[in-house]
T-cell receptor, first 109, second 114 residues
Framework: LAKTTQPISMDSYEGQEVNITCSHN???????ITWYQQFPSQGPRFIIQ???TKVTNEVASLFIPADRKSSTLSLPRVSLSDTAVYYC??????????FGTGTRLQVFP | SQTIHQWPATLVQPVGSPLSLECTVE??????LYWYRQAAGRGLQLLFY??????ISSEVPQNLSASRPQDRQFILSSKKLLLSDSGFYLC?????????????FGEGSRLTVL
């Protein structure tokens, strides 16, 4: 299973764009990259998923370079409610998905 | 639409007492079901997952067990709790119609063992 590495924490201010990068040097050919968001005392919530290039939805964008050894979650114009822990996961399916400690994003007014 | 419920939401148990956490999924059939545990300030640890009734895979050896008596019911149990069993327990499901990495989590059960 591919291991992921992401920053422990990040700070931002309301209205700014936040980019969280995750490295996964050992990603396998069939692996997808998935990002989750978790608020305190709640279960993680799926944000976005991709295999290569760029994926965008109403919440975020996911940028994946050609070698797929890293990925960047981009949150446009963050608000205070985006303060949460963000997890990057890599895997072929939902079996045995490994959640690391994630990136704790703090948004300030 | 699909929903997932788990209970109880919080519980405080003495060391050595039994445990039973329940999770049910509605609105889908034959889901894959998971139990995760999150210790304070830590990431999620996969404990068990099930691809069907009576089919349980254990990821971490411990004094916990899981059962799936019905298609959409997943139960986490222990005969004798340890202090180290304290944590936030999360049930999750996934299905064939969702993406390969898409899990849906319940509200969580916070267990404190004293």
């Amino acid at each position: 299973l591919a291991k992921t590495t992401q920053p422990i924490s990040m700070d931002s201010y309301e209205g700014q764009e936040v980019n969280i990068t995750c490295s996964h040097n050992n990603i396998a050919t069939n692996d997808y990259i998935t990002w989750y968001q978790q608020f305190p005392s709640q279960g993680p919530r799926f944000i976005i998923q991709g295999y290569k290039t760029k994926v965008t939805n109403e919440v975020a964008s996911l940028f994946i370079p050609a070698d797929r050894k890293s990925s960047t979650l981009s949150l446009p114009r963050v608000s205070l409610s985006d303060t949460a822990v963000y997890y990057c996961l890599v895997g072929e399916n939902t079996d045995k998905l490994i959640f690391g400690t994630g990136t704790r994003l703090q948004v300030f007014p | 639409s699909q929903t997932i419920h788990q209970w109880p939401a919080t519980l405080v148990q003495p060391v050595g007492s039994p445990l039973s956490l329940e999770c049910t999924v509605e609105g889908t059939s034959n889901p894959n079901l998971y139990w995760y545990r999150q210790a304070a300030g830590r990431g999620l640890q996969l404990l068990f997952y099930s691809v069907g009734i009576g089919q349980i895979s254990s990821e971490v050896p411990q004094n916990l067990s899981a059962s799936r008596p019905q298609d959409r019911q997943f139960i986490l149990s222990s005969k004798k709790l340890l202090l180290s069993d304290s944590g936030f327990y999360l049930c999750a499901w996934s299905g064939d119609r969702q993406g390969p990495g898409e899990l849906f989590f319940g509200e969580g059960s916070r267990l404190t063992v004293l």
